[in-house]
């Protein structure tokens, strides 16, 4: 029988999350052979002070389809607008639905605490849609069959890198980012109208300057890589096996677990 393709769904609040905080790992999985997807929950209705709704909505659509199509990625479209990212039963079926349909190995979510509700709710959404993968007496919308196979969740670094009470955070594993990173550059580049807004009011380029510098510090903290993103992998019961670390596994030396962390977890 032929060995099932790794898949990752790298999930978000809003476009760009994604190019921000986890495209450089999404990248490393893709070239070490996985299958991987975008989705990002809210559509961008309010990422502008220029456009009116409907037109920005399409922008902010037609960027995230280009910032996948480079990636290689499949692209799932957003569901509700910016700021009704809610945990309520209609939007989690919903998520369910995507979550079921892909069958992850690897979930890449937002970190569960971050500086907007909409990062936070997202998160929540996304872990609990995977929760309930198996469950049949939770439907999701549209229908989707359940499936029992081990995901692994993985929680990206805040946006800032601290929470929201300002607090830094610090991962436990580190991916390295480096060869990738113009890649990512170029994906985060696709989201104009985000760029344009962004570098009009702090400057140029201060929009993929300041992903470069999230991914810099990354770096530093590693100890070991120039560039790169952090994660959290969240516990294991609902998702897995305990020893179930498919990030490690895949990337081997591209992926350095923090000693001082694990051994903090007691």
């Given at each position: 029988?032929?060995?099932?393709?790794?898949?990752?769904?790298?999930?978000?609040?809003h476009p760009d999350?994604?190019?921000?905080?986890?495209?450089?790992?999404?990248?490393?999985?893709?070239?070490?052979?996985?299958?991987?997807?975008?989705?990002?929950?809210?559509?961008?209705?309010?990422?502008?002070?220029e456009h009116p709704?409907?037109?920005?909505?399409?922008?902010?659509?037609?960027?995230?389809?280009?910032?996948?199509?480079?990636?290689?990625?499949?692209?799932?479209?957003?569901?509700?607008?910016?700021?009704?990212?809610?945990?309520?039963?209609?939007?989690?079926?919903?998520?369910?639905?995507?979550?079921?349909?892909?069958?992850?190995?690897?979930?890449?979510?937002?970190?569960?605490?971050?500086?907007?509700?909409?990062?936070?709710?997202?998160?929540?959404?996304?872990?609990?849609?995977?929760?309930?993968?198996?469950?049949?007496?939770?439907?999701?919308?549209?229908?989707?069959?359940?499936?029992?196979?081990?995901?692994?969740?993985?929680?990206?670094?805040?946006?800032?890198?601290?929470?929201?009470?300002?607090?830094?955070?610090?991962?436990?594993?580190?991916?390295?980012?480096?060869?990738?990173?113009?890649?990512?550059?170029?994906?985060?580049?696709?989201?104009?109208?985000?760029?344009?807004?962004?570098?009009?009011?702090?400057?140029?380029?201060?929009?993929?300057?300041?992903?470069?510098?999230?991914?810099?510090?990354?770096?530093?903290?590693?100890?070991?890589f120039e560039f790169?993103?952090?994660?959290?992998?969240?516990?294991?019961?609902?998702?897995?096996?305990?020893?179930?670390?498919?990030?490690?596994?895949?990337?081997?030396?591209?992926?350095?677990?923090?000693?001082?962390?694990?051994?903090?977890?007691?």
């Amino acid at each position: 029988m032929r060995k099932k393709k790794t898949t990752v769904l790298a999930g978000a609040a809003h476009p760009d999350d994604i190019e921000f905080m986890m495209a450089g790992t999404l990248l490393r999985l893709r070239d070490f052979g996985a299958e991987i997807h975008c989705f990002v929950i809210g559509n961008g209705s309010c990422g502008t002070v220029e456009h009116p709704k409907e037109e920005i909505v399409r922008l902010r659509r037609k960027e995230a389809e280009r910032s996948a199509r480079l990636a290689g990625a499949v692209f799932h479209p957003p569901l509700v607008d910016d700021l009704e990212i809610f945990f309520e039963p209609g939007l989690l079926r919903r998520v369910a639905a995507v979550v079921r349909e892909v069958r992850p190995d690897l979930l890449l979510v937002p970190s569960p605490d971050d500086y907007m509700e909409d990062h936070q709710n997202a998160c929540r959404l996304l872990v609990t849609g995977a929760f309930a993968r198996g469950m049949p007496n939770f439907r999701t919308d549209p229908d989707r069959a359940t499936w029992n196979g081990p995901t692994a969740v993985y929680h990206a670094m805040p946006h800032g890198l601290r929470d929201a009470l300002r607090r830094k955070v610090r991962p436990g594993q580190y991916v390295d980012i480096g060869d990738v990173l113009a890649e990512k550059r170029a994906m985060l580049a696709e989201h104009r109208t985000q760029k344009e807004w962004l570098d009009r009011s702090q400057g140029i380029d201060a929009y993929l300057n300041l992903m470069e510098s999230f991914s810099l510090e990354m770096g530093r903290m590693s100890g070991r890589f120039e560039f790169a993103e952090g994660w959290r992998r969240r516990a294991h019961w609902g998702y897995g096996p305990g020893d179930y670390d498919p990030l490690s596994a895949l990337l081997g030396p591209l992926c350095l677990t923090d000693p001082e962390y694990e051994r903090e977890l007691g």
